[in-house]
């Protein structure tokens, strides 16, 4: 006969052994599943929230990669999203969670299926789509400038902090010096917080070459606490790669190889490093792969082509080159067997080009930060419009309104050339703000000279 003591710890086995149980089942289950879950008790609900689970849930094998693909639908007239069901792009599905309103002109991510949203105004929000998340961003501390600075463009960048573990949105402003004829570009350079839920101007912005411009590429280019940018001189033509790690806050030139500097090209990240996808405009059935084996030391992995069929290298996506090509279909090139498989899923018809690829994993990832002013995610517009929504659309800073207590005074001299700038907008200085935009771009006529490409920067003033 088993005595009480004996008893009690045949009992508290027992309970480890249903805790474990129950963990792996967890494991299995989609984030939608789980959500809910949430609901059925506190225990399960302390389960599920712990960072631990998030973690190892995101790492299960049965929580596969996926690629997302944004493309043109033109008899709806609308941007959807479809996600392939398997490695080899067999087919694809369009779930109503990962649908994003035409309104978002850009989108960063994921970064642990977390992405970046960007509005038509620079409006910006964190999402999770999973979980049903949207968080949308503060406004950007005012800024005074001086009138002769005309705005040119704004890049963004979106990453992890692997230290702290906190989520990091980096906005930097072009402003361009309408005094002199060469290129001049001078960025003033935001960081947002999601712990604090809040922005700060970066006084070191350590290397930044004034007559460069970081542009933004058409996939994920973050990786291990860095996140990447190319960066152009007077065209579309690679100069040099910029980096900004998300733990140390400082940026960093990283030199590509002379070859390239002729071409276009733009950024993808392959096995946890960032690779650079080089091709020329005049010959577009030729694409050259290029992996950095540490920084600033490259390797040529791979060249496709001469290939008529190939129309625009997208990203490297689990050893292979995804292609748009022509006939309206997406092709896998393997960097590693130099084999080229035409997908049977035709992602568009009769459209315009694919524009967006994403590698994306469902996450628990919570994105309430301070404040838990996160609203719930149904895809619609009117999600967007509520979030996003200010009084008065044309002289608010960019971000939303600031109070003039809140607000931040940038008072390098590298901006203002020297001139005094005081706390109130005056003839020495000018506001940051759509109306400052707005009116310079009326001077400037086409947004201080620049030409938006495809794959280079996005003129921003054209969505003002």
């Given amino acids: 006969m088993l005595t009480l003591d004996a008893k009690r710890s045949e009992s508290l086995v027992s309970l480890d052994l249903i805790e474990d149980v129950l963990l792996e089942i967890f494991l299995r289950l989609p984030v939608k599943t789980l959500v809910r879950f949430k609901c059925v008790c506190k225990h399960w609900h302390t389960i ?3 960072q631990s689970f998030v973690k190892q849930h995101f790492s299960q094998r049965s929580n596969q990669e996926r690629l997302l693909v944004r493309h043109y639908k033109r008899n709806e007239d609308l941007h959807a999203y479809a996600l392939f069901v398997d490695d080899i792009c067999s087919g694809f599905e369009e779930p109503a969670h990962l649908q994003m309103p035409n309104m978002i002109l850009e989108l960063l991510g994921p ?17 999770n789509p999973a979980t049903r998340q949207l968080k949308p961003l503060p406004e950007l501390p005012e800024v005074i400038v001086d009138p002769h600075l005309l705005f040119l463009d704004n890049v963004l960048g979106f990453g992890l902090d692997p230290l702290s573990g906190d989520y990091k949105v980096i906005s930097v402003w072009y402003l361009w010096n309408r005094s002199v004829i060469a290129p001049d570009c001078h960025p003033i350079t935001f960081v947002y917080n999601l712990g604090s839920d809040s922005w700060r101007i970066l006084e070191d912005v350590g290397c930044f070459e004034s007559s460069y411009r970081a542009c933004r590429s058409i996939c994920n280019t973050y990786t291990n606490g860095v996140y990447y940018w190319t960066m152009e001189f007077s065209n579309t033509n690679v100069a040099a790669i910029l980096s900004f790690d ?13 070859c390239l500097k002729s071409k276009i ?30 920084e600033g030391s490259w390797n040529r992995g791979a060249v496709v082509g001469p290939c008529q069929a190939i129309n625009w290298p997208l990203c490297l996506w689990k050893n292979n080159l995804l292609i748009e090509a022509d006939s309206s ?3 896998l090139y393997n960097i590693c067997t130099k084999k080229r498989q035409l997908t049977q899923a035709r992602v568009k018809k009769n459209t315009s080009f694919i524009s967006w690829v994403f590698s994306y994993k469902e996450s628990l990832v919570s994105i309430k930060g301070k404040g838990d002013n996160c609203m719930f995610w149904d895809a619609s517009p009117d999600i967007l419009t509520i979030a996003w929504e200010n009084k008065d659309q044309l002289t608010r800073p960019l971000h939303g309104i600031t109070s003039q207590s809140d607000s931040l005074w940038y008072q390098k001299s590298s901006i203002c050339h020297g001139h005094e700038v005081s706390s109130k907008t ?26 938006p490409s495809r794959y280079s920067s996005f003129c921003v003033c054209k969505g003002v």
Avoid at 112 to 125: E, H, I, M, T
Avoid at 427 to 439: Q, S, V, Y
């Fill in 246 to 258: 998300m733990a140390t806050e400082k940026f960093k030139e990283i030199q590509v190889p002379d």
């Fill in 111 to 127: 970064v642990n299926g977390v992405f970046c949203l960007v509005g038509q105004s620079r409006d910006l929000a964190l999402l």
């Fill in 426 to 451: 005056g003839p020495h200085g000018c506001a940051l703000n759509r109306t400052w935009i707005e009116r310079n771009i009326a001077q400037s006529g086409n947004c201080a000279g620049s030409s």
């Fill in 329 to 331: 279909f997406l092709m």
């Fill in 265 to 294: 090209g733009h950024l993808t990240v392959h096995n946890d490093s960032i690779a650079l996808l080089s091709y020329q405009l005049e010959r577009n059935d030729l694409c050259e792969v290029w992996l950095m084996e540490k």
């Fill in 48 to 50: 599920i929230e712990s």
